[in-house]
């Protein structure tokens, strides 16, 4: 498997040692991530030093560019500074005084720096007065010896260095992180000892640090996209998210547990191959539903009757490994055995009864002519089925897994009720979502009747056909259809892998210091409410 045919070539992967190594996290949210947060509007940058004052090339990225080896290189001299350096860093951390941070150890100073630039969107005032040995700029700038960026706030500067500095562990003040109103406008300033090594706008460096993953990227992928993407990326702000309800969901607890009432049964229904069904069931029972697991084997040997569920969900996945096309193998199960097929119709046609189906069930949804049915073909077709909705490959032609920002619109979906006109982050991660309708007219139906519930939408909060603002470049954006009673909602991209702050890649920090929840756990709680409206 480690080799791949290149026309008539054969290009084997050389061996690799790799070593994983596992350690627990007391709590996942107390995590740093290199993006600069310029709190405030300016950071502090410090830089912890476990080189012990060496600046070593061998075997670095930069020697690698000049096609050379070196002749020595970084190693952990002095392993006691480097226990009191993790010490001290993890108790800043514990105490979320760190707002950013990199190693310099895979590319040296300058490309941690940059990388966190890149990535924060914002520009860097750096003067590296710290060196004592006099070192080559070169040098300072490249060599990958241990050591931390941190950025920490103006305010708490001081006593970080000092934390340092009690445990004898060598941390200099660099620079500032500095937030200016478009990207275009930051600026990266490098100087050493008082010298300008450099000067540029933070876009175009960031053009050139892109340029090799984007020539790679010509190789794997649509290169429309591509030229697509990288157009985009110096235009790129953040995304404007928007939650109306957001006093819902600052400081909620779960009511629908709370419930004297019977709790509503939902199916978490899997077929060979899926996913996500754990994170669905959570947050389903986090809504407060008594919640199923079976599988399609269930259905088939009439061991699971539906009857007794008031909501079912397709979860998503790889069904039968995706041949013949994402869920065709799911979809014959339930089309060619008539019992699986009566089950599901009668569910369908209950008008007590919800279902959802995500990514791979979205894309069974379709199959099944739950959401945009042809209806002259269902009249005409002998299995009462007529599908109008197809999910055709992305055009990127690969698998997309992004954080895709999704506004939500005017529809009758029951679970999207007092939530329009929400624009947050979700998972999208799928190789077919765009959506192709059979005809013309079913779109313009769809249309006309609000049928599409969600879209992708850009930085503006507009909805888009650009990648990667949409990942599959599906009409208008669209990302999600209901029925016309708005009781089915099929949708790509996945709300149960993002209904907890902390699994949601990215939000503004506002938010993510003060959502218990992310605005995607209405949707459940809603589908809850729906249920006990209607019992
Ligand atoms: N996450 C998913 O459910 C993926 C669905 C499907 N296997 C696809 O790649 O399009």
């Not at 750096?126 to 700038?141: G, R, S, T, Y």
Request: one cysteine or more; proline letters at 5%.
């Amino acid at each position: 498997s480690m080799a791949a045919r290149v026309g008539e070539k054969t290009v084997k992967s050389p061996g690799t040692l790799v070593i994983s190594a596992y350690a627990a996290c007391p709590d996942i949210t107390m995590t740093v991530t290199p993006d600069l947060k310029c709190p405030d509007n300016k950071g502090c940058l410090l830089m912890v030093d476990l080189g012990g004052g060496c600046r070593r090339l061998g075997g670095s990225a930069l020697a690698q560019c000049y096609k050379q080896l070196g002749d020595q290189s970084p190693d952990l001299d002095q392993p006691d500074v480097f226990r009191k350096a993790f010490n001290v860093t993890q108790k800043l951390i514990g105490e979320r005084r760190v707002s950013a941070g990199h190693d310099i150890s895979d590319g040296g100073l300058i490309t941690a720096v940059l990388e966190m630039a890149f990535a924060g969107n914002c520009g860097v005032n750096i003067n590296l007065e710290f060196d004592q040995e006099n070192h080559k700029a070169i040098e300072v700038l490249f060599s990958e010896e241990l050591g931390l960026i941190l950025e920490v706030p103006y305010s708490e500067s001081t006593n970080v260095l000092g934390e340092y500095s009690a445990q004898d562990v060598p941390c200099y003040l660099i620079g500032h992180s500095v937030k200016s109103s478009t990207p275009s406008d930051s600026l990266v300033n490098v100087s050493i000892k008082g010298n300008e090594v450099l000067k540029e706008k933070m876009t175009v460096l960031r053009d050139v640090w892109e340029e090799t993953s984007f020539q790679l990227e010509r190789y794997q992928t649509n290169p429309k996209c591509v030229t697509q993407e990288q157009a985009g990326l110096k235009e790129r702000l953040e995304p404007q998210y928007h939650v109306p309800f957001e006093s819902e969901i600052i400081s909620f607890t779960p009511k629908g547990r709370n419930t004297r009432r019977p709790h509503p049964k939902v199916a978490v229904l899997r077929e060979e191959g899926s996913n996500s069904d754990r994170e669905m069931a959570a947050v389903l029972h986090m809504a407060g539903f008594e919640v199923w697991d079976i599988n399609m084997e269930d259905l088939c040997t009439e061991r699971i009757n539906l009857d007794q569920f008031r909501g079912l969900v397709f979860v998503g996945g790889f069904s039968y490994a995706d041949v013949c096309g994402s869920a065709k193998g799911w979809a014959a199960t339930a089309l060619f055995n008539h019992k699986v097929q009566e089950q599901l119709l009668k569910y369908k046609e209950r008008d007590d009864t919800f279902s959802l189906g995500v990514c791979n069930g979205c894309q069974l949804m379709a199959l099944l002519g739950w959401v945009a049915p042809d209806e002259d073909l269902k009249e005409n077709s002998n299995s009462g089925v007529g599908q109008g909705l197809f999910l055709d490959h992305n055009l990127s032609e690969r698998f997309e897994c992004r954080f895709t920002t999704v506004k939500i619109l005017d529809s009758p979906a029951i679970m999207f009720k007092g939530m329009e006109d929400t624009v947050f982050g979700m998972w999208s991660a799928h190789g077919e979502g765009r959506m192709v309708f059979r005809s013309e007219e079913i779109y313009q139906d769809v249309c006309r009747d609000n049928l599409v519930a969600v879209k992708y939408v850009d930085d503006q909060g507009k909805p888009t056909e650009t990648y990667p603002f949409n990942p599959n470049g599906s009409r208008d954006g669209i990302a999600a259809l209901c029925s016309d009673d708005g009781r089915h909602l099929a949708i790509m991209p996945h709300p149960e892998r993002c209904f907890l702050p902390w699994q949601c890649a990215w939000m503004p920090q506002e938010m993510r210091k003060n959502y218990d929840v992310s605005p995607w756990y209405k949707m459940f709680q809603n589908a809850f409410d729906w249920c006990l409206g209607q019992s």
